[in-house]
């Protein structure tokens, strides 16, 4: 599956964001997906994770109750809903999908990625 993330951009500390991940070649319904973020330099890290059909999703500490990451499988995006936005949030964000479940995905590594998009929150 090919991924492409968009909707990055520069935003005031306490603003939001809306990141899409768009997917094509194969269905999204029958992946694991995520969105990983890398602060300059810093090692990827995991944001938020979700399942193929979107019922369980999990969240890293950092962003728990600030982010909210959904799909929508019928028009094969990923999303991530990002609000109160801090500095410490700045990073290149990716999302990521694998067909195995979630958390072995998590665990061993997902298949494939996008190229990532800029996130750059001022203080």
């Known amino acids: 599956v090919q991924l492409q993330a968009s909707g990055g951009g520069l935003v005031q500390a306490g603003g939001s964001l809306r990141l899409s991940c768009a997917a094509s070649g194969r269905t999204l319904g029958r992946y694991s997906m995520a969105w990983y973020r890398q602060a300059p330099g810093k090692g990827r890290e ?10 369980s999703t999990v969240y890293a500490d950092a962003v728990k109750g600030r982010f909210t990451i959904s799909r929508d499988n019928a028009k094969n995006t990923l999303y991530l ?12 964000y990716y999302c990521a999908a ?20 800029q996130v750059t929150v001022s203080s």
């Open 46 to 55: 995991f944001v938020s994770g979700i399942i193929g059909s979107g019922a």
């Open 81 to 92: 809903q990002m609000n109160s936005l801090k500095p410490e949030d700045t990073a290149v």
């Open 98 to 117: 694998s067909q195995s479940p979630l958390w072995t995905a998590m665990r061993d590594g997902f298949a494939s990625w996008g190229q990532g998009t």
